[in-house]
Structures are given as structure tokens and as C-alpha cells.
């Protein structure tokens, strides 16, 4: 098992993490002028390179998070799955799995919201981290701070598993 690697998790990282970082690495080479946040847009201040840790890493994505418009009926838990080195950079993946409950389905489904940290060895050390998020199942990457994460995302994903279960179950 590679260090950094969850233990669980065996080295085939999912389809939204690899795409993740295929994306940062495209940007990396072919770099865009950046827009500027709508300032009505929540979002944190992310760490510095030099102090990042896994744990580090975790709170912040926690911390975001809670900046979302979510109702409280959302529950998520947030997990480390691995770091990855590739051309001179590191990717931190992490895992958040969101569920709701009500009286009347106390299990549903979950839909998983992947982050990537991403951390180029050739930045100076006192800038912040880059953090990306993709939805399960969707190419789209997001930047906090330039995209407001939507509920309906969620919600679009555990339907979606949900047909697709009845189907296969006909």
C-alpha cells in the first residue's frame, strides 16, 4: 500500500477523482485567465502550501461544506482516500457521502461529492492550496469559490441510483 493511501481503498481511484486531476493538469498546461468570484459567493480562506497536512485538509473541506445552502436533513461524513504524485504535483482525494433521512425512508441512498487538493511543487510555499470538487457521476469540475454547489445535485444523483435500481430489479 502506498503511504497516504486510505486503507481500504485500493489504488483504483474513482472516475470523478482521476478526472479531476486529468483537468488540473490540462489547466496546468494550457492556464486561463481566472474570473472573479461573484462576491456574494461563500467560501473560505484555504491554507497556505507550507502548512497543509491531510488532517488540515479534511477540516477545511469540512469547513466548506458548511457553507453550502443545504436543508439540515442532510447528513454527509468525509473521508481521506489517498494521495497521488504526477508531474511534479500532488493531488490529497477526499470523499464526502451525503444522505438524507426522513420518517418515511429512514435509509436512502447517497450521493458522493469528490475533492481533490491540489498542490504544485513548483508554487511557492506560502500561497494556499488549490481545492476542486466533481458530483458523482458528473465530468464537471467545480472551484470553491466560483461555483455555488447546488442541492439539486445531490438530490439528481441518489434519483438517478434509485431508477436505475428499479430498472435492473424489473
Avoid at 497543509?52 to 457553507?67: A, D, H, P, S
Avoid at 433521512?101 to 498542490?119: D, L, N
Wanted: aromatic residues 10%.
Amino acid at each position: 500500500m502506498e503511504e497516504g493511501q486510505h486503507p481500504t481503498l485500493k489504488m483504483n481511484l474513482t472516475t470523478e477523482s482521476a478526472q479531476l486531476v486529468k483537468t488540473l493538469l490540462d489547466k496546468q498546461r494550457h492556464p486561463v485567465s481566472p474570473d472573479s468570484p461573484p462576491s456574494e459567493m461563500k467560501t473560505i480562506t484555504w491554507v497556505a502550501i507550507r502548512d497543509f497536512t491531510v488532517e488540515e485538509g479534511k477540516r477545511q473541506i469540512e469547513e466548506y461544506i458548511q457553507t453550502w445552502e443545504l436543508l439540515p436533513c442532510w447528513l454527509h461524513s468525509l473521508d481521506f482516500l489517498c494521495s497521488t504524485e504526477k508531474e511534479h504535483n500532488t493531488f490529497y482525494h477526499y470523499r464526502a457521502r451525503f444522505s438524507t433521512t426522513t420518517w418515511k425512508k429512514p435509509i436512502q441512498g447517497t450521493a458522493s461529492v469528490y475533492f481533490v487538493v491540489y498542490i504544485p511543487k513548483v508554487r511557492p510555499n506560502t500561497l494556499p492550496v488549490e481545492v476542486h470538487f466533481a458530483v458523482e457521476s458528473n465530468r464537471l469540475m467545480h472551484t470553491p469559490g466560483r461555483t455555488r454547489f447546488r442541492e439539486g445535485w445531490l438530490v439528481d444523483v441518489i434519483d438517478s441510483k434509485t431508477l436505475l435500481r428499479k430498472v435492473v430489479n424489473l
